[in-house]
């Protein structure tokens, strides 16, 4: 279900353990780790500004959001504690980002190892 009426009930930031968790109206529960929602930001930063512009984030393994705010009754932005700040994260985008976090983060973590990064933190 990624309908245009996805409404999160609740948000809530575990600062301690670094994870986003959003209960959504359709009773699906995500926790989303902060270094997740960083390396997946919907910003032009991360984006770029159009298909093959994208920038693969590297060394926001021990990254956390030190503000969560709203955006009119559809979004929220995300502050980061690296000071990063310019994603609107919409309530369909993190469903999506919550229905395909297994995917993601293991195509996230193939591409850095092809890079030849070495991520510091491979519990996510």
């Given at each position: 279900?990624?309908?245009?009426?996805l409404y999160p009930l609740t948000i809530s930031l575990h600062k301690q353990s670094k994870?986003?968790?959003i209960v959504?109206?359709?009773?699906?529960?995500?926790?989303?780790?902060?270094?997740?929602?960083?390396?997946?930001?919907?910003s032009a930063e991360v984006k770029g500004h159009g298909p093959g512009q994208e920038v693969l984030q590297t060394g926001k393994e021990n990254i956390n959001i030190s503000e969560v705010q709203p955006v009119?009754?559809?979004?929220?932005?995300?502050?980061?504690d690296d000071g990063h700040g310019t994603g609107l994260y919409t309530w369909?985008?993190?469903?999506?980002?919550?229905?395909?976090?297994?995917?993601n983060w293991r195509e996230y973590l193939?591409?850095?190892?092809?890079?030849?990064?070495v991520h510091q933190k491979d519990d996510q």
């Amino acid at each position: 279900m990624t309908g245009s009426n996805l409404y999160p009930l609740t948000i809530s930031l575990h600062k301690q353990s670094k994870v986003l968790e959003i209960v959504y109206d359709d009773g699906k529960i995500f926790e989303l780790p902060c270094e997740y929602l960083r390396v997946f930001s919907p910003s032009a930063e991360v984006k770029g500004h159009g298909p093959g512009q994208e920038v693969l984030q590297t060394g926001k393994e021990n990254i956390n959001i030190s503000e969560v705010q709203p955006v009119g009754n559809y979004a929220v932005r995300l502050v980061f504690d690296d000071g990063h700040g310019t994603g609107l994260y919409t309530w369909n985008y993190l469903y999506e980002l919550g229905e395909n976090q297994e995917n993601n983060w293991r195509e996230y973590l193939r591409k850095l190892s092809k890079l030849g990064y070495v991520h510091q933190k491979d519990d996510q």
